[in-house]
């Protein structure tokens, strides 16, 4: 049997150690978030299944259970959020009753302003729900300081996707 020399077991104890260190890290939250390089990135992996284009939840609804009371009352209308887009498309022109037209597809931006986006991360509403895991630590800091910007911004890119953010940034 080799004779295992105190070497190895430095090495191993290295290993192990900065195994620990690196796991501890994780990068910083950026100063200035923008929607396109910063918030769309997570909200794609986590969200856009459901609250995209073609989601599942994007269909007239009356909310119902236990979290329906922490809704707007306008949340009866296909209101669950296009967070692969930032602006608003379609009509979405309040109706005479103070509900969103079928037609109106909310993006990101107006989630953010209206609320919404912080009651579903920081609520009894559970987004995403289980079995989908959740957002780490760091992607609700980078979530939470693009939505404290008011208003919320698009782009901090001096050459921004046209197809995500016009030329401005959104502002």
């Not at 900065?18 to 390089?37: D, K, R, V």
């Not at 729900?129 to 001096?158: G, M, Q, T, Y």
């Amino acid at each position: 049997m080799a004779k295992t020399g105190p070497l190895v077991f430095v090495l191993l104890a290295a290993a192990l150690a900065f195994g620990g260190l690196a796991a501890g890290c994780s990068a910083p939250t950026p100063a200035s978030p923008s929607y396109e390089a910063d918030v769309r990135p997570i909200f794609m992996a986590h969200c856009v299944r459901c609250h995209g284009g073609g989601g599942t939840l994007n269909v007239t609804h009356v909310p119902s259970g236990p979290d329906a009371a922490l809704l707007p009352a306008t949340e009866s209308a296909p209101n669950n959020g296009y967070l692969n887009q930032f602006f608003d498309s379609g009509d979405c022109t309040l109706t005479d009753a103070g509900a969103l037209p079928t037609t109106c597809h909310r993006g990101a931006q107006s989630e953010a302003t209206n609320g919404n986006l912080h009651i579903y991360l920081h609520s009894a509403i559970v987004m995403p729900p289980p079995p989908a895991p959740r957002l780490d630590d760091w992607e609700l800091k980078v979530v939470d300081a693009w939505l404290a910007a008011k208003p919320p911004v698009c782009s901090n890119s001096p050459t921004p996707d046209a197809a995500i953010c016009p030329a401005d940034g959104g502002q």
